[in-house]
């Protein structure tokens, strides 16, 4: 997330761009189309495209094969020649700015054009540092705005230089505000709003990729597919608050279960899907199937009451139940629904 106060350093290379988040994540943003924005992990000194975001239709195939190529290549090229110290070069323009900023407030009875001339120089390096183009509708509003706050912040001076101190103290805040709520729709858009776990779309995404990697490293992904039993009761008994309690629950469990680069997802209502990344054999999905079923069928305390549901599981294993993650993900529905058939909380895999 870009700061005004503090930006992450951000590299710009042909037509992509590379940067640094807060928490240390590094990424890259593909500008011209198909654009994506990805996170970047680094494996024995190797770097990995993790969690691709599209903003237009993703391509398939070798556009879709040499355009990751090009992604890693320009990460190692900017991770060779070294990152410009991005964040030095803004703290010393803001420390120039500072500095010149004193000196005009001295001499500002005697020359009110050169204030006007230092606030037009402070927006100038502001623009000059929106590089990012996922944040740069955000980056205009809060120029527009700095600019504004800093032309009412000129007339009023000669009365007041506290009330322009505090008025850039709530322009800092405001940017801060909005760079919250950009962060938060960003994680909504991806994830689900109850239970914190990805949602359909990202679930999507990181199967496919899976089954990429499968096909590259002859390896297999299995889809569980994971429906809750009695879970209509419990809300039209005990009401929506107890049922998205239990949901929360449930999604708690099955994290506690899985690897940390396995995937749990909540896909609506109800129905969750964990993926198992190099699954291994049919006797350990079925092994953790096992597991989850049995921890499901612990009843939850919620608010002194104890509710019992219980999970049907339907399992397909990719590449061999499917060529795509929608068709892995239908015949693992499928075989979910022919448990509940057969007497529900349990599991079965997908057969032809």
Known sequence: MLE???????????????????????YITHIKV?????????????????EITWWDERPFGVAFDHLLTRAITVVETIVAEGENDLTQKIKQAVDLLEERFNIELHTLRD??????????????LAEEQQFNIEKRKAAELALILSEEQ????????RDSEERMELQAQELVALAEDLQAAEQEMKFLAL???????????????????????????????????????GFKVVNDSLGHE?????LIGVGQRLKA?????????????????????EAGQREDVALIAQEIVAELSV???IKNDKIKVGASIGIAISPDDGGSAKAVIRNADQSMYLIKRQGKNNYGFFSK
């Open 4 to 26: 005004l106060n503090d930006p992450a350093p951000v590299l710009g290379y042909d037509d992509f761009i590379y940067g640094k988040g807060e928490s240390g994540e590094c």
């Open 34 to 50: 198909p654009r994506f924005v990805a996170l970047i992990s680094v494996s024995d000194l190797k770097p990995c495209l993790q």
């Open 111 to 124: 020359s009110e054009e050169r204030m006007e001339a230092q606030a037009q120089e402070m927006v100038g």
């Open 150 to 157: 800093l032309k009412i912040q000129i007339s009023e001076l």
């Open 191 to 229: 994830h689900d709003a109850l239970t914190k776990l990805p949602s359909r779309r990202l679930c999507m995404d990181r199967l496919e990729q899976a089954m990429m990697n499968d096909r590259r490293n002859k390896t297999k992904t299995a889809v569980l597919f994971i429906d809750l039993d």
């Open 242 to 246: 107890a049922g998205d309690a239990v």
């Open 257 to 277: 279960l899985i690897r940390e680069n396995d995937t749990v997802a909540r896909i609506g209502g109800d129905e969750f899907v964990v993926l198992l990344n």
């Open 299 to 301: 009843p939850f305390l």
